[in-house]
């Protein structure tokens, strides 16, 4: 098990940008994966991007374009760079880390209102 605390969460209005950071207690250079899920009020929780131990990077198809994921080692943080926000993108982001086991943080809200 690895901690994962993220930061970087707050209140945007639509169309403005936030930059969501995990980071971890030990070192990613290892994880098999590392990404980020959301979870609305009232709503599953949904996968939003990963970032592979080989830098591979998925994402879900309403952020595509939008979210940029990546890892830096050195820092062993993981970001979320979130631009053109919109309302439906109002959510808890939690990180989690595939070691394989899965660890997950507890989550940073964002709101996206105007």
């Known amino acids: 098990q690895v901690e994962l605390v993220e930061s970087g969460g707050g209140l945007v209005q639509p169309g403005g940008s936030l930059r969501l950071s995990c980071a971890a207690s030990a070192s990613i250079s290892s994880f098999n994966a590392m990404g980020w899920y959301r979870q609305a009020p009232g709503r599953e929780r949904e996968f939003v991007a990963r970032?592979?131990?080989?830098?591979?990077?998925y994402y879900a198809d309403p952020v595509k374009g939008r979210f940029t994921i990546s890892r830096d080692n050195a820092e062993n943080t993981v970001y979320l760079q979130m631009n053109n926000l919109k309302p439906e993108d109002t959510a808890t982001y939690l990180c989690?880390?595939?070691?394989?086991?899965?660890?997950w943080g507890k989550g940073t809200l964002v709101t996206v209102s105007s």
């Open positions: 970032v592979t131990r080989n830098d591979y990077t």
């Open positions: 989690y880390a595939a070691l394989p086991s899965m660890s």
